[in-house]
């Protein structure tokens, strides 16, 4: 059964850094295109980062900013999202997702989903 699963997410003060991870098990991991999204409550689901199979990344500029970066083991089947220089408006759960394509990806309609991690940041 194809398991996608995300950790690392809790509370933290603005100017703080976290690292998410996504621990993938259940399908061909290097196939794969990975990235993280994320939902802040009220607000609409927003593309964080995206990594294809090579390693190459893209990020959402008007979301990250600069200050988050993707990343991806794959001897470990683990996707991780460095978070940097957090701020409020950065809470939100943030997704972990993959496909095969990554224009599917980037559109919102991937073939997997986790089930997200919880990120708070207090001011």
């Known amino acids: 059964e194809v398991q996608v699963v995300e950790s690392g997410g809790r509370s933290v003060q603005a100017g703080g850094s976290l690292r998410l991870s996504c621990a993938v098990t259940?399908?061909?991991?290097?196939?794969?295109?990975m990235g993280w999204f994320r939902r802040a409550p009220g607000k609409e689901r927003e593309g964080v980062a995206f990594?294809?199979?090579?390693?190459?990344?893209?990020y959402v500029d008007s979301v990250v900013k600069g200050r988050f970066t993707i990343s991806k083991d794959n001897a470990r089947n683990t996707l991780y999202l460095q978070l940097n220089n957090l701020k409020p408006e950065d809470t939100a759960k943030y997704y972990c997702?993959?496909?095969?394509?990554?224009?599917?990806?980037?559109?919102?309609?991937?073939?997997?989903w986790g089930q997200g991690t919880q990120v708070t940041v207090s001011s």
């Open positions: 997702a993959s496909s095969i394509l990554l224009s599917q990806l980037q559109s919102g309609t991937p073939d997997h």
């Open positions: 259940g399908f061909p991991y290097s196939g794969h295109c």
């Open positions: 990594i294809n199979r090579d390693g190459a990344t893209s």
